[in-house]
């Protein structure tokens, strides 16, 4: 049970460039979201899904575009890179179908993105 | 819309120092509330939580009680070690699945 990985850990682009984080968990959550996390502004959050096949917009969507094909993977995509979008991403997972903790997000350990 | 505010950090203490840490929160209805901890290069991690008025979370010696009347979960722990440095983070989740988090207090502890 590896809970929530991202990949990459870390990853440097220029400005312009694409790329696509991928998020995995294996807690059979239907909740899933990416975070944003920059010095003194706590963690924001950028997109959601509520299911597979389902996304919706958090409160910093602009510039990142986000899928859920599947129920274990959602994917967190920017299509033209911007220095603001330097960041520390974290990737959470949360409601499991059935069982006590429906109300506990969980993380994964974070990608660092470096746009030059 | 729901938020947020903790005391702003970086709390600096001794090694057995009392910990506080300060944190309230607006929202409508009855939010669940939690404590979260990041330890360095790592991601979130959940130390405790409380899911209605009077109840209180704990966990590692970290305790936080949900005050509906002061609309606040003041995180305490009575002895901190110098494992317990990290950043926490407050947060609640209202009605819909979104959770709204806190800014972060950096805790140092100096052995």
């Known amino acids: 049970n590896a809970g929530v990985t991202q990949t990459p850990k870390f990853r440097v682009l220029k400005t312009g460039q694409s790329m696509t984080l991928l998020c995995a968990q294996d807690m059979n959550h239907e909740y899933m979201y990416w975070y944003r996390q920059d010095p003194g502004m706590g963690l924001r959050l950028i997109h959601y899904?509520?299911?597979?096949?389902?996304?919706a917009k958090g409160e910093v969507p602009d510039g990142y575009n986000v899928s859920r094909l599947k129920k274990q993977n959602f994917l967190l995509g920017l299509e033209s890179a911007a220095p603001s979008q330097t960041s520390v991403y974290f990737c959470?997972?949360?409601?499991?179908?059935?069982?006590?903790?429906?109300?506990?997000?969980?993380f994964g350990p974070g990608t660092r993105l470096t746009v030059l | 819309g729901d938020s947020v505010t903790q005391m702003e950090g970086p709390v600096t203490l001794s090694e057995e120092a009392f910990l506080t840490i300060n944190c309230t929160y607006t929202?409508?209805?009855?939010?669940?509330l939690f404590w979260y901890v990041q330890y360095p290069g790592e991601g979130l991690q959940l130390l405790l939580k409380a899911t209605k008025a009077d109840d209180k979370g704990s966990n590692k010696g970290f305790e936080a009680t949900y005050r509906k009347e002061t609309t606040s979960f003041h995180l305490e722990k009575g002895s901190v070690q110098v494992s317990d440095s990290a950043v926490y983070f407050c947060a609640l989740r209202s009605n819909g699945q979104n959770f709204v988090f806190g800014p972060g207090t950096r805790l140092s502890v100096l052995p």
């Open positions: 899904s509520v299911g597979e096949g389902t996304t």
């Open positions: 959470a997972s949360s409601y499991p179908t059935s069982g006590p903790s429906t109300d506990t997000q969980y």
């Open positions: 929202a409508t209805g009855y939010p669940s």
